[in-house]
């Protein structure tokens, strides 16, 4: 809703709301309200795109200093089949982290998520959409 309030406000104070309506965009592509039906099985390319939007729509949700953890995109992505959503999170997450959209990082060093083992976190990077 912050996002749909910001183009209506972008709109009538006569400032650009690109931005905000792809904050709009991303979530409703996280929530499964566009892109591929929800309901049918989700294509490669489809489930790339829903998983990069939720990165970004948690993200945006949380402070800039802030991270979030693969599985809690897993889960908004995933259902109750999470677990199997997570390889494909990391592999979004590395393409997210190649183009410095976000960092992923382990005890606050950033790493490469296809080499590292155990748990880790995504924060926004450089190229995040919206920075400064």
């Known amino acids: 809703m912050d996002a749909r309030r910001a183009v209506g406000t972008a709109t ?12 709009v965009g991303d979530a409703k ?3 499964g309200e566009r892109g591929e039906p929800w309901w049918e099985a989700p294509t490669t390319h489809g489930r790339h795109h829903r998983i990069a939007a939720t990165i970004r729509t948690l993200l945006r949700c949380r402070k800039p200093e802030s991270s979030i953890c693969p599985s809690d995109v897993a889960r908004a992505v995933g259902g109750q ?8 999170v990391r592999d979004v ?18 790493v490469d998520v296809a080499s590292a083992r155990g748990p880790v976190r995504l924060r926004r990077g450089p190229a995040f959409p919206g920075q400064p």
Request: charged share 30%; net charge neutral; aromatic share 2%.
């Open 12 to 23: 009538r104070s006569g400032d650009d709301a690109g931005p905000a309506r792809r904050r």
């Open 29 to 31: 592509v996280a929530l």
């Open 81 to 88: 089949s999470w677990r199997s959503v997570m390889p494909v």
């Open 93 to 110: 997450a590395a393409e997210l982290a190649t183009d410095g959209t976000i960092v992923v990082t382990q005890r606050d060093e950033t």
